[in-house]
Every structure is written in structure tokens, then in C-alpha cells.
């Protein structure tokens, strides 16, 4: 019995340590509260129904890929020649209706690590260095 009485001033002290003045994560909230630290979000927001989605960041089509804005009506294939300095590859797309964002860059070049790698390279005397 005594020892019950002992432990609560200790776990009243641990908890006041533990729990800090917050502010909620949620976009356009910022409402402060009382929680552990690994408490994001105040009591409205905890529940997830009341957050904001976060979407996926939609990749700017001019950096990986080209908007190829045409009317054809059947799937058909042209042939594109890549951009990358010191690259220069022709290849191959099929164009489908409606679709028009499109690779930009050869196979090769679809990751932009390979397409530093040949730009890195190049060199416009001796040309193309890689491969
Ligand atoms: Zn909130
Ligand atoms: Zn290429």
C-alpha cells in the first residue's frame, strides 16, 4: 500500500517531462497542443480523415519526358533522336491517340544518372567519350 502512494508523485513528474507544447503539422492548422514528442498532429487532426492528402508531385513532362501534341488515330512509330549532349541516338516511340507526354531520351538515357554520366563525358572536339 505504501509503496503505491510512493510511485505516483514519479510517474506525475515523468509524464509533465514528456509531454511538450506542440504545434500541429497539418497545413493551414498550427494549432498548438500538449503531447509526446512524437505527437504530430492536435486532436482534430489526428485522425487521418481530417488531414489533407498529401498528393504525389506531379514531374514536370519537360525534364524526363515531351509533350508530342499530334492527331493520329492509330498507334504508329517515329522515330525521335535523343537530346542529351554527346548522345544523339536515334530511337523508336509509338505514338498512341490521345496520349501525347512521351520519353524524351533514348533508353539509355532515361535515368538522370546516365545522362550526366555521357554529358560529363562528352567533350565537343573528341566527341562523344562514353561507350
Ligand atoms: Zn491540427
Ligand atoms: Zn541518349
Redesign the pocket.
Known amino acids: 500500500m505504501g509503496r503505491i502512494l510512493m510511485r505516483l508523485p514519479y510517474r506525475a513528474y515523468k509524464k509533465r517531462r514528456i509531454e511538450k507544447l506542440r504545434i500541429c503539422h497539418e497545413p493551414g492548422c498550427g494549432k498548438e497542443f500538449y503531447g509526446p514528442p512524437i505527437a504530430k498532429y492536435c486532436d482534430f487532426h489526428r485522425d487521418i480523415r481530417n488531414r489533407v492528402r498529401k498528393r504525389k508531385k506531379i514531374s514536370d513532362p519537360s525534364v524526363e519526358n515531351m509533350l508530342f501534341d499530334h492527331s493520329f488515330r492509330e498507334v504508329i512509330e517515329i522515330e525521335f533522336t535523343?537530346p542529351?549532349i554527346g548522345?544523339?541516338?536515334k530511337f523508336i516511340i509509338k505514338i498512341y491517340p490521345k496520349q501525347l507526354i512521351y520519353p524524351k531520351?533514348?533508353e539509355?538515357?532515361r535515368s538522370a544518372y546516365r545522362r550526366r554520366i555521357?554529358e560529363v563525358n562528352y567533350h565537343p572536339l573528341k566527341g562523344v567519350a562514353c561507350n
Do not use: D, K, L, M
Open positions: 535523343c542529351v548522345c544523339g541516338r531520351f533514348c539509355e538515357h555521357t
